[in-house]
C-alpha cells in the first residue's frame, strides 16, 4: 500500500468529534461539538482511505506528502440530491420566475424533450462537466437521479450513465406524468412500477418519487405509495421529494414506509415535524435551499426541524430548472444566511447529514477507516463558507 501524508493543515474539521472517532450514525453531540477541530494536524492516506489523524508533529512516515500551507480542511461535502444527466437549457424559466411567474413542475417537460434528443456521448460530457464542477467546489459524494426521460430506454439511459460516475443511484421514473401520457396517468404508472422499473432496477441503488398533490404533473399519495413499494420489492432503496410546493403527505408517506430521506420539507406541518424527529435515526429532512433561491418560494424552517430533533441535511438539489448550481458551499451561506442555522450545523448538514440520508458510514467525516474525502479551503477556517459566500473556496484534495 503507498501512504500520503497530508500536511499544513492549518485547522481540520473532522466531523467525527473530538476524540475523532463518532460515527455519522451518532446524533448524541450538537454540531459544535462534533465539528472535532484539529489545529496544526495532518492526515496519512492509504490507497484512499484515511489511516491516520493527528497533530502534525506526531504524523508518521510516508511514502509522499503533500504540504497545504496552512489552509482549512472539512470533509468532502456529500450532495444526497442531485439531476445531472439532462440535456438543454432552462433561462427562459429561470428569468419569467425572477418576474413572478409561479414553479409548479410543468418545465421539467422541457428537459424531458432535451434529453431524448441527446445522444450518449452528448449526456455522458454535460455529465462529465456538471461532476468536475462539484469536485472543483469540494463534494467528493454524488447522488444522481435519472428523471428527464420518462421513457423506458431513457431512464435505463440515464442511470447507466449516471453509474459511470457513482454508486449513489437513483431510479425518478416518478418525476412527472410525460405529455403523452397526460391522459392516461394509471397507464403511466403501470409503465413506471412495470417494464421501467425491470430495466432500470439493475443500474439503480434508490427509487424516488415526486409526491406533490399540488402540482398536476407529479404524483398523489397513492400513487407515489405505489412507486416506492414497488422500488422496495425490487431492492431499492427509499427516497421522497416530499412538500416543495405546499403542505401534502410526501413526509410522512417517506416516514411511514422508512424512506432514508425525504427532500424539500419546504412546507410542515407540526404532525411533520413530530414525524422527522421521531424518524430521526431512520429518514433524514434533506433541504434544498438553492431551489428557493431559484424560485423566489420561502425557505423550509431549519430551526423548527433541528430545536425538535430531526436529523437534516443540506443537498444542491442541482437541476436545469429550479437550482442550476452543485455549489455545496453556496447552499451552506444560503442555510446560514436564510435558514438562520450556524455555520457548524450547515457544515454537519452538508457532510455527516448528506451522509446519513445516503446511508453511508464512510463518508461524511474525516476519521481513520473512512474515504479520504478530503475539502481544502483557501481560508483559515470552515466559516469562510459562509463569510465568503460565491468565492471559490473549497475544492476536492486529488
Known sequence: MTARLVTGIGALVTCAGPGGDVPVG??????????????????????????????AAQAPAADDRVDLQGRAVVPGFVDSHAHLVSAGDRAA????????????????????????????????ALLAARVAEARALGTTTLEVKSGYGLTVEDEARALRLAAEVTDETTFLGAHVVPAEWRDDRGGYLDLVTGPMLAACAPHAHW??????????????????????????????????????????????????????????????????????????????????????FSTRMPYPDARRLLAAGASVALASDCNPGTC???????????????????????????????????????????????????????????????????????????
Do not use: K
Not at 414497488?230 to 416530499?242: M, S
Open 26 to 55: 451518532d446524533r448524541s453531540l450538537d454540531a459544535a461539538t462534533r465539528l472535532g477541530v484539529v489545529e496544526g494536524a495532518a492526515v496519512v492516506v492509504e490507497d484512499g482511505w484515511v489511516a491516520w489523524v493527528g497533530p
Open 93 to 124: 424559466e429561470f428569468a419569467a420566475r425572477m418576474a413572478g411567474t409561479p414553479y409548479d413542475g410543468g418545465g421539467i417537460g422541457v428537459s424531458v424533450a432535451a434529453t431524448r434528443a441527446a445522444s450518449d456521448d452528448e449526456l455522458r
Open 207 to 292: 427509487v424516488d418519487v415526486f409526491c406533490e398533490p399540488r402540482s398536476p404533473h407529479a404524483f398523489t399519495a397513492e400513487e407515489a405509495r405505489r412507486v416506492l413499494l414497488a422500488g422496495r420489492a425490487a431492492g431499492l432503496g427509499l427516497r421522497v421529494h416530499g412538500n416543495q410546493l405546499g403542505p401534502g403527505p410526501g413526509v410522512r408517506l417517506a416516514v411511514e414506509l422508512g424512506a432514508a430521506s425525504v427532500d424539500h420539507c419546504t412546507f410542515l406541518d407540526d404532525a411533520d415535524v413530530d414525524a422527522l424527529a421521531a424518524a430521526s435515526d431512520t429518514t433524514v429532512a434533506t433541504l434544498l435551499p438553492g431551489v428557493e
Open 324 to 398: 442550476n448550481t452543485a455549489a455545496m458551499p453556496f447552499v451552506i451561506a444560503l442555510a446560514v444566511r436564510e435558514l438562520r442555522m450556524t455555520g457548524a450545523e450547515a457544515l454537519v448538514a452538508a457532510t455527516v447529514g448528506g451522509a446519513r440520508a445516503l446511508r453511508r458510514t464512510d463518508v461524511g467525516r474525516v476519521a481513520v477507516g473512512a474515504r479520504a474525502d478530503l475539502a481544502v479551503l483557501e481560508a483559515p477556517s470552515y466559516e469562510h463558507l459562509a463569510y465568503r459566500p460565491g468565492m471559490p473556496l473549497a475544492r476536492a484534495l486529488s
